[in-house]
């Protein structure tokens, strides 16, 4: 399918319209969390694009059997071209107490909430504070969305659950919520291959 800003995406799992989340099935409880059209939008928009570097407040490394992963205090800012992705992600729960995440997308032309400044050659200069950034340099090719969904006794609960973006230099980096810490990040193919199995490939954007 085409979209106005010259980019494609496939829609290879409507949870919007799916059977299993209509409105009044008995008296099960529905959590729908996933990100909207508008949200959706702007990882189209930066299909194409370079993304410059990956920043946050706060990083953690770990190195578990050669899966190494990072993990981001929320929220998480994309530099793509000359603006900015920010990502936000809060942790739920249903009456329940099952466990889901809502992952929030909003374009902007700078870097907040990092503190900075702007220099004189009109770029920005962020003040002294714990900041962390992970170059990246490589154009997007593409991007997928993954998505959980599950049910209960009572409950039905979907979410979207993982990003991944393929680059053009043939890399992948994976996108995913995690508790406290708010996104963790891998460049192993075998750990997405991991976080993302049982998920449902909700689209692909390119």
């Known amino acids: 399918m085409d979209n106005s800003s010259g980019g494609k995406y496939i829609l290879l799992l409507n949870l919007y319209k799916s059977n299993h989340y209509k409105d009044g099935v008995g008296d099960m409880r529905e959590y729908n ?49 000359n603006y900015f992705l920010r990502l936000d992600c809060c ?56 998505t959980k969904e599950f049910q209960t006794e009572n409950e039905q609960i979907v979410y979207d659950s993982s990003l991944i973006f393929d680059l053009d230099n043939g890399k992948r980096i994976c996108l995913s919520p995690q508790p406290v810490m708010g996104f963790e990040l891998t460049f192993d193919q075998q750990k997405m291959k991991s976080i993302t199995e049982g998920y449902h490939k909700r689209m692909v954007l390119e």
């Open 33 to 81: 969390s996933l990100m909207k059209d508008e949200e959706l939008d702007f990882f189209i928009q930066a299909v194409g694009l370079e993304l410059k570097c990956i920043e946050s407040n706060s990083v953690s490394f770990y190195l578990n059997l050669n899966e190494g992963s990072y993990s981001f205090y929320e929220p998480l800012l994309l530099q793509i071209d």
């Open 91 to 146: 942790e739920k729960e249903t009456d329940d107490y099952e466990e889901y995440y809502h992952i929030t997308c909003k374009k902007q032309d700078t870097p907040e909430p990092l503190q900075y400044e702007m220099n004189e050659n009109n770029t920005f200069e962020y003040a002294v504070q714990p900041h962390s950034i992970i170059s990246i340099f490589n154009k997007i090719i593409r991007v997928t969305i993954y």
